[in-house]
């Protein structure tokens, strides 16, 4: 983890959904080469620079992402979520989200409208305020200054 964030602009909740611990081993010609790890620490250094203070987690479960966005509500002005197959499945998760009243923002490494017809109907897109999908680790990296220029609208 990164140390204290002098001037920091925003706090930002990241959730990784099902599945993406196995990120850079699992289907590597879809959601690419690089670790979950790999991720993360390129999501903290593109924090760094915006000078937003992160929080990342992941968990495999439903339950448990609905229990992080809770958590975090007090704590955190926006959230950036890639909540994996949830994204196609959860009514829990998208009330979950909508509840907080954050601004969020859906991330996918793949693009999911090009993939399998059951992956291009999301259940949290109408709670979001922006989707990004098909670049890769960089989508995360596109959230983070897409939220950190929301951040600079509120101000």
Not at 5 to 22: E, K, M, R, T, Y
Not at 48 to 77: M, P, Y
Request: hydrophobic share 45%; proline share 3%.
């Amino acid at each position: 983890m990164l140390g204290i964030i002098i001037g920091v602009s925003g706090s930002v909740l990241v959730l990784h959904g099902p599945n993406l611990a196995s990120l850079g081993r699992r289907e590597p010609e879809i959601y690419g080469s690089l670790s979950l790890a790999d991720i993360d620490s390129l999501i903290y250094h593109r924090a760094n620079e915006l000078k937003l203070d992160v929080r990342i987690h992941q968990s495999n479960h439903e339950g448990a992402l609905i229990d992080l966005i809770e958590e975090h509500q007090a704590w955190a002005e926006g959230i950036i979520i890639n909540a994996g197959a949830l994204t196609h499945t959860s009514i829990a998760l998208r009330d979950a989200i909508a509840g907080a009243r954050l601004p969020t923002i859906e991330v996918h490494l793949s693009n999911t409208q090009a993939r399998e017809r059951f992956r291009k109907v999301s259940m949290i897109a109408p709670v979001c305020v922006g989707s990004i999908a098909g670049f890769g680790a960089q989508s995360y990296l596109l959230a983070l200054q897409a939220m950190s220029d929301l951040f600079a609208i509120k101000e």
